[in-house]
């Protein structure tokens, strides 16, 4: 049994059963024994694989659309250029080489990376070296400025609540115990009035989830973008709307039981695009694989493939196709982007 386990059991024996969102936070980013709070999960040696750890490209690509993006909107002279969960800070690091030869964009750039985990904020100071950044807490400290932001698989990682609907009232999934381990349960029914919107596009045995955080971060993502101008570019994997069950445990790049070992593997659950773009000034919304190939994805490739040969241009050739094949992570990764109504729609998103 991992420690967070004999934790959360003595937890559940004192009061009772706890919700996905209470377990996936303790998961997580328990201070002691959370996922993200004690260690690097990604790349081959870990548990799962982001985008920016796949290729280059991809944060080239991104840094350029929001360069572009920041001309269109006059070039403001002092700006936040952010990221939510960077990770490895590896996308931040493309973002900066990339747009690095556009006349000013760095001279106005604040880097600001929100990230809660002190094993990830140190990682990412060794990969973005001398480069000035203040590490925020939460996005609702990101200051009253243009704000330019990009979050790739940040949303998937925050907690849900999921309920099951049934004809009298939403069913909670909770946390709870069966013969002294943790297991899954249902709360009785209760009338959920956050969820009254999802009576007209469910039916009694549909699952549906909730991010409880994610309405506040939207809400200041929009508000900075509505009164200062900029854009928020978010990819990850989901849909518009969320119905079924997607609350998932990564481990060593395999599914598994997201009871089994608290603290040990990777939670996620699939992300509600509809619920982000819900208070938004304006938004555009595609998918991964074609945001990637109307940025110009296969004209980058190409040009990086003249360099390679042998095994090295066999993986190239892979990272390429593994962000934008369909089959891969092109139409299971959505992008979204929000954007002040009066400034044009970000490149790619059209
Ligand atoms: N964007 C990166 C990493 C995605 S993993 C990439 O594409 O490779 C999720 C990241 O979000 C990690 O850096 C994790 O520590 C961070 N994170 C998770 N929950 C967070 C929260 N509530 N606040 C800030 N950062 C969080």
Redesign the pocket.
Known sequence: MTPLAALLIRRIQHGGPITLADYMADC??HPAHGY?ATRDP?GQGGDFT????ISQMFGELLGLCLAQTWLDQGAPSAFTLA??????G??MADVLRATARVPGFHAAARVHL????ST?RARQRATLGAHPVIWL??AQDLPEAPLFLL????FD??PIRQFTRTPEGWSETMVGLSNGALSLGRAAPAIIPTLNHRLTDTTPGDIVELCP?APAILQTLSDRITRHGGAALILDYGDWGSKGDTFQALKSHRFTDPLAEPGEADLTAHVDFAALAAHSPAHAYTTQGALLTALGIQTRAAQLAQRLTGDPLTQHLAATRRLTAPEEMGQLFKALAIYPPSAPTPPGFA
């Not at 982001?50 to 750890?53: C, D, I, K, V």
């Not at 979050?151 to 940040?154: G, L, R, T």
């Open positions: 997580l980013m993200y990604f982001t985008a920016p750890e990221e939510l969960g960077p990770g490895r590896t996308l929100v990230e809660t985990s990830l807490d939460s979050a790739n698989e940040f990682a925050l955080a």
